[in-house]
């Protein structure tokens, strides 16, 4: 039987006290959970956050820095103590770890994707449990992951998990204010319920994600036929009860949709921010791409080409009234997709299998 493959996202405010130092205790819980699963066969893979908060709390800094050295230095020093700790804790359970650092550029190439999926695959296929964490050390303000939400999005959809666990410190998504006391846990939420007037936009105390990322990466993710969870990190057994009461406990479970989206759309659907340039349709090619069939974009349903880019890079998809449509693999350079603006007969510029619309 195919091993079940979770990914488990464990945020700031789980891992951290009050005052901003690495909660042992809670994370000595988390690891027993964690290593019970293992030991009963699920495949898993650990987002981790934390770096930034134990590195704060390690140091007493005489000379004032900004924000991106800050964040640097803590996460230099932080990264360190939190595998550290990890492990030490796993290792008392005879478990083997391995520290996967990354920034969302290495998500950009295909190429480098797929070196990051191989080396959690092999960690996996040998029993070893990947923490993943970004590299804040390097990774720049407009290149970084909006939050480790985010991140752990894209690993779940890289890593093709059948779950995703988001830890927080509250119990799920709630149908109101989370302090008001007639507020309610929404025990699911499926793709066309609307329920974004609920969700808080105020972040956590120690992350950088919110409610509001949480659950746009959730639905994007349960799009692609991956069931989401948001549950509470801080509560007794949460993982465990998560995956083997998972209907008597309290959570958000987004339902995955039955849709089989291939590794490369999945790889796609993330790539949004790489784009190297944009392709503006006509009306009649908007309607076919969006329509309910699968097609491919054709040169006769262009426009306009704008940016400079080269075949297999990706590019945006605008529609007529200048809309983003989504996004795609091209199959020529832009020089090449240029030449063929209008004509008919041609092969696709971006070939269905390629192409992932919003
Ligand atoms: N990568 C950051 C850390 O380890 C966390 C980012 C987030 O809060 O989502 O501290």
């Given at each position: 039987?195919?091993?079940?493959?979770?990914?488990?996202?464990?945020?700031?405010?789980?891992?951290?006290?009050?005052?901003?130092?690495?909660?042992?205790?809670?994370?000595?819980?988390?690891?027993?959970?964690?290593?019970?699963?293992?030991?009963?066969?699920?495949?898993?893979?650990?987002?981790?956050?934390?770096a930034v908060?134990?590195g704060?709390?390690?140091?007493?800094?005489?000379?004032?820095?900004?924000?991106?050295?800050?964040r640097q230095l803590f996460s230099a020093v932080g990264q360190?103590?939190?595998?550290?700790?990890?492990?030490?804790?796993?290792?008392?359970?005879?478990?083997?770890?391995?520290?996967?650092?990354?920034?969302?550029?290495?998500?950009?190439?295909?190429?480098?994707?797929?070196?990051?999926?191989?080396?959690?695959?092999?960690?996996?296929?040998?029993?070893?449990?990947?923490?993943?964490n970004?590299n804040d050390t390097?990774?720049?303000?407009?290149?970084?992951?909006?939050?480790?939400?985010?991140?752990?999005?894209?690993?779940?959809?890289?890593?093709?998990?059948?779950?995703?666990?988001?830890?927080?410190?509250?119990?799920?998504?709630?149908?109101?204010?989370?302090?008001?006391?007639?507020?309610?846990?929404?025990?699911?939420?499926?793709?066309?319920?609307?329920?974004?007037?609920?969700?808080?936009?105020?972040?956590?105390?120690?992350?950088?994600?919110?409610?509001?990322?949480?659950?746009?990466?959730?639905?994007?993710?349960?799009?692609?036929?991956?069931?989401?969870?948001?549950?509470?990190?801080?509560?007794?057994?949460?993982?465990?009860?998560?995956?083997?009461?998972?209907?008597?406990?309290?959570?958000?479970?987004?339902?995955?949709?039955?849709?089989?989206?291939?590794?490369?759309?999945?790889?796609?659907?993330?790539?949004?921010?790489?784009?190297?340039?944009?392709?503006?349709?006509?009306?009649?090619?908007?309607?076919?791409?969006?329509?309910?069939?699968?097609?491919?974009?054709?040169?006769?349903?262009?426009?306009?080409?704008?940016?400079?880019?080269?075949?297999?890079?990706?590019?945006?998809?605008?529609?007529?009234?200048?809309?983003?449509?989504?996004?795609?693999?091209?199959?020529?350079?832009?020089?090449?997709?240029?030449?063929?603006?209008?004509?008919?007969?041609?092969?696709?510029?971006?070939?269905?299998?390629?192409?992932?619309?919003?």
């Amino acid at each position: 039987m195919k091993q079940k493959r979770i990914a488990i996202k464990i945020g700031s405010n789980v891992l951290t006290r009050a005052n901003g130092t690495l909660d042992v205790t809670r994370m000595s819980a988390l690891v027993d959970q964690l290593a019970f699963l293992h030991k009963q066969g699920f495949q898993l893979v650990v987002i981790s956050s934390g770096a930034v908060a134990s590195g704060r709390s390690e140091l007493n800094l005489n000379k004032k820095l900004d924000s991106v050295e800050q964040r640097q230095l803590f996460s230099a020093v932080g990264q360190a103590k939190l595998i550290n700790r990890y492990y030490e804790l796993f290792r008392e359970h005879g478990i083997s770890v391995g520290q996967v650092l990354t920034t969302k550029e290495n998500f950009g190439t295909r190429r480098h994707y797929l070196n990051q999926r191989n080396c959690m695959r092999v960690m996996l296929e040998n029993n070893v449990i990947p923490i993943v964490n970004e590299n804040d050390t390097i990774s720049v303000s407009e290149l970084m992951f909006t939050d480790n939400d985010e991140l752990s999005g894209m690993i779940a959809s890289m890593m093709n998990v059948q779950k995703l666990i988001i830890l927080s410190n509250i119990d799920g998504i709630y149908n109101g204010s989370p302090s008001d006391k007639d507020s309610k846990v929404i025990p699911t939420i499926s793709k066309d319920d609307y329920i974004d007037t609920y969700i808080q936009a105020s972040k956590s105390t120690f992350g950088r994600g919110g409610m509001l990322t949480k659950t746009t990466i959730a639905r994007k993710i349960a799009e692609e036929g991956i069931e989401v969870i948001i549950a509470n990190g801080t509560k007794e057994d949460i993982l465990i009860k998560l995956c083997t009461q998972p209907h008597s406990t309290i959570c958000t479970r987004f339902i995955p949709s039955n849709s089989n989206v291939s590794s490369v759309k999945k790889w796609i659907a993330h790539s949004e921010g790489f784009a190297k340039g944009a392709i503006y349709i006509n009306e009649n090619a908007e309607k076919a791409l969006c329509g309910a069939n699968a097609v491919s974009l054709l040169p006769i349903g262009v426009e306009r080409i704008e940016g400079d880019f080269e075949k297999d890079d990706i590019v945006q998809i605008i529609g007529h009234e200048h809309t983003l449509l989504g996004v795609g693999k091209t199959q020529l350079d832009s020089e090449k997709a240029r030449n063929l603006i209008g004509k008919k007969g041609q092969k696709p510029i971006i070939h269905y299998d390629y192409l992932y619309l919003e």
